[in-house]
T-cell receptor
Framework: GAGVSQSPRYKVAKRGQDVALRCDPISGHVSLFWYQQALGQGPEFLTYFQNEAQLDKSGLPSDRFFAERPEGSVSTLKIQRTQQEDSAVYLC????????????FGPGTRLLVL | GNSVTQMEGPVTLSEEAFLTINCTYTATGYPSLFWYVQYPGEGLQLLLKATKADDKGSNKGFEATYRKETTSFHLEKGSVQVSDSAVYFCALAGPNSGYSTLTFGKGTMLLVSP
């Protein structure tokens, strides 16, 4: 079946622009995660949804970052007033149930802020 | 808080050599431990996992044993192939996040030459 998909795959933004990154999880997966991966680093947790509920947003670096999953499937990560330090790969992952389960990762969206 | 430390790369080996990539962790309680792999141009995928002490995870010839006494989860393979060239990430999911969100190490690049 289809895996986790993300769009766009690449995004170039001018500093100060708003961007929206989309994640389509595997159908039926309850949990959805967003991670940020800077160049040469491991992914870092941003936020986590169980169905439509955002249970943990402790990793969001500032109030410019906002995520939603209104119907418990597709999720959008929005970054307002982008800054150069936001340049990174944004990874989405989903899992069937919340705990102990394998997380399936999408290919990521590479964001470059100029 | 939780943290994962991996040996720095790149690790450069000839085909059929023995591989060890060291991983140690710090966590509250007893986490689940994972190795993820990222092949060139592809997304992260789970390689193996272990959920309790002394468990051995294995897949595709790779093995790692959950050592609580040394807080380690070293990745090993007896005979590497060129196709194993990738970036390997050690990760944990701890009880303080309900065993859901992942904390990753920085990754270790493996380069295998024919």
């Amino acid at each position: 079946g289809a895996g986790v998909s993300q769009s766009p795959r690449y995004k170039v933004a001018k500093r100060g622009q708003d961007v929206a990154l989309r994640c389509d999880p595997i159908s039926g997966h309850v949990s959805l995660f967003w991670y940020q991966q800077a160049l040469g680093q491991g992914p870092e947790f941003l936020t986590y949804f169980q169905n439509e509920a955002q249970l943990d947003k402790s990793g969001l670096p500032s109030d410019r970052f906002f995520a939603e999953r209104p119907e418990g499937s597709v999720s959008t990560l929005k970054i307002q007033r982008t800054q150069q330090e936001d340049s990174a790969v944004y990874l989405c992952a989903s899992s069937l149930t919340p705990s102990f389960e394998t997380q399936y990762f999408g290919p990521g969206t590479r964001l470059l802020v100029l | 808080g939780n943290s994962v430390t991996q040996m720095e790369g790149p690790v450069t080996l000839s085909e059929e050599a023995f591989l060890t990539i060291n991983c140690t962790y710090t966590a509250t309680g007893y986490p689940s431990l994972f190795w993820y792999v990222q092949y060139p141009g592809e997304g992260l995928q789970l390689l193996l996992k272990a959920t309790k002490a002394d468990d051995k995870g294995s897949n595709k010839g790779f093995e790692a044993t959950y050592r609580k006494e040394t807080t380690s989860f070293h990745l090993e393979k007896g005979s590497v192939q060129v196709s194993d060239s990738a970036v390997y990430f050690c990760a944990l999911a701890g009880p303080n996040s309900g065993y859901s969100t992942l904390t990753f190490g920085k990754g270790t690049m493996l380069l295998v030459s024919p």
